[in-house]
């Protein structure tokens, strides 16, 4: 079974769409993040989300919006998207007292063109 | 989280051991060392951690001076497949808010046969 799992794995799409990437994890962890990589490889974290309590880097756009329906699920939602989001984009979790360690999905590309 | 530096490349011949080393002069007491790994087009993978003990598991072995200013992550025999960037990373081992996975620009191993 995957413990990190994101759909889709491939996104392309227009700029000025609306786009959602969905991650699920299955270890029973209480902390999901979002990660971004971009094209010259720097992972930056974009989100953090525990406990219904979200942490935002400062540096990520307001179009940029992470959506936690339940402990195993953090969506990542994009409005109006623009080029230079195109990048890859990678979920992971961890568990609280467990030493902070973090798996990851496997990423979604998008692409925006 | 405090700094680490690496060299951004190294090669390693396959079947031997790859010797990985990581500077963080500036690390607190309660900050771990954390070794990850991204195998082209993967998520990151955790590898190993440690706060002034040797580790070691099925993957790795980490080696921490004892001044804790430097670590060096040991694979003992390489193989095509640890062909990857490999990153080290000083953190607390607790999630907090604030408290990200800071990814620097890490180190590239190739293994050649």
């Known amino acids: 079974d995957t413990a990190v799992s994101q759909t889709p794995k491939y996104l392309v799409t227009q700029m000025g769409n609306d786009k959602s990437i969905k991650c699920e994890q299955n270890l029973g962890h209480d902390t999901m993040y979002w990660y971004k990589q971009d094209s010259k490889k720097f992972l930056k974290i974009m989100f953090s989300y525990n406990n219904k309590e979200l942490i935002i880097n400062e540096t990520v756009p307001n179009r940029f919006s992470p959506k936690s329906p339940d402990k195993a699920h953090l969506n990542l939602h994009i409005n109006s998207l623009e080029l230079g989001d195109s990048a890859v984009y990678f979920c992971?979790?961890?568990?609280?007292?467990?030493?902070?360690?973090?798996?990851f999905g496997p990423g979604t590309r998008l692409t925006v063109l | 989280d405090a700094k680490t530096t690496q060299p951004p490349s190294m090669d390693c011949a396959e079947g031997r051991a790859a010797n990985l080393p990581c500077n963080h002069s500036?690390?607190?007491?309660?900050?771990?060392v954390y070794w990850y790994r991204q195998i082209h087009s993967q998520g990151p993978q955790y590898i190993i951690h440690g706060l002034k003990n040797n580790e070691t598991n099925e993957m790795a072995s980490l080696i921490i001076t004892e001044d804790r200013k430097s670590s060096t992550l040991i694979l003992p025999h390489a193989t095509l497949r640890d062909t990857a960037v490999y990153y080290c990373?000083?953190?607390?081992?607790?999630?907090?808010?604030?408290?990200?996975?800071?990814f620097g620009g890490g180190t590239r191993l190739m293994v050649k046969p």
């Open positions: 992971a979790s961890s568990q609280t007292g467990g030493g902070d360690t973090q798996y």
């Open positions: 500036t690390i607190s007491g309660n900050e771990y």
């Open positions: 990373i000083v953190r607390v081992a607790v999630w907090t808010p604030g408290n990200m996975l800071t």
